[in-house]
């Protein structure tokens, strides 16, 4: 049974602090990682993707990723009251399809 | 370019009725994925199609969901009857691929309440 853990939360941070959220995966062949955003009442949204161990980063946000420990990570920098959503974080499994974990809910401060 | 079109954006029924899903997929996507959203939880795959094809339906309730794809672009799902614990978000995405380093791009979902 393939799963994806990430805490619930919710995670409260004030505004311009750095947001971190995590996941754990169980499937050691999984290649691709996503991290999906999704507003309260809305669909999810791709915003970032990571394929090899290490950093990644794209303006505010940074994935990293740990193949050997199965974590995969997303930082977000100078978060804003308009990050708060939920965080899915998705593994493409070695077979079958994307995986979703439950999300993370990130609430920023003003 | 257009985005994923879904239809009804939200449907109230009894339980034992049936209802339908409608999905239009980005122009050129090749595959068309189902999830159900039940709140508080993360997307989980229900069928995937690939073109007219069925891909992976390893997960839909066959006794009680149906979908379809006819002619490799539109798709219908189909829950009949439907029982309380249908309650939830029925998002439909796609992508030009189908495995890999493949990106999903969702519709605005249909949230199903069955009373």
């Known amino acids: 049974q393939k799963e994806v853990e990430q805490n619930s939360g919710p995670l409260s941070v004030p505004e311009g602090a750095i947001a971190s959220l995590n996941c754990t995966y169980s499937?050691?062949?999984?290649?691709?990682f996503f991290w999906y955003r999704q507003y309260s009442g809305k669909s999810p949204e791709l915003i970032m993707s990571?394929?090899?161990?290490g950093d990644k980063e794209d303006g505010r946000f940074t994935a990293q990723l740990n193949k050997a420990s199965q974590y995969v990570s997303l930082l977000i920098r100078d978060s804003q009251p308009s990050d708060s959503a939920t965080y899915l974080c998705a593994p493409y499994p070695s077979q079958g399809n994307l995986i979703f974990g439950k999300g993370t809910k990130l609430s920023v401060k003003p | 370019e257009a985005g994923v079109a879904q239809s009804p954006r939200y449907k109230i029924i009894e339980k034992r009725q049936s209802v339908a899903f409608w999905c239009n997929p980005i122009s050129g996507h090749a595959t068309l994925y189902w999830y159900q959203q039940i709140l508080g939880q993360g997307p989980k795959l229900l069928i995937q199609?690939?073109?007219?094809?069925?891909?992976?339906d390893s997960q839909l309730p066959k006794d009680r969901f149906s979908a379809e794809r006819l002619k490799g672009v539109d798709s219908t799902l189909k829950i009949q009857p439907a029982k309380l614990e249908d309650s939830a978000v029925y998002l439909c995405a796609s992508s030009l691929y189908s495995s890999g380093a493949n990106v999903l791009t969702f519709g605005a979902g249909s949230r199903l309440t069955v009373l």
């Open positions: 199609f690939q073109n007219n094809g069925v891909v992976d």
């Open positions: 990571i394929y090899s161990n």
């Open positions: 499937d050691r062949g999984s290649q691709s």
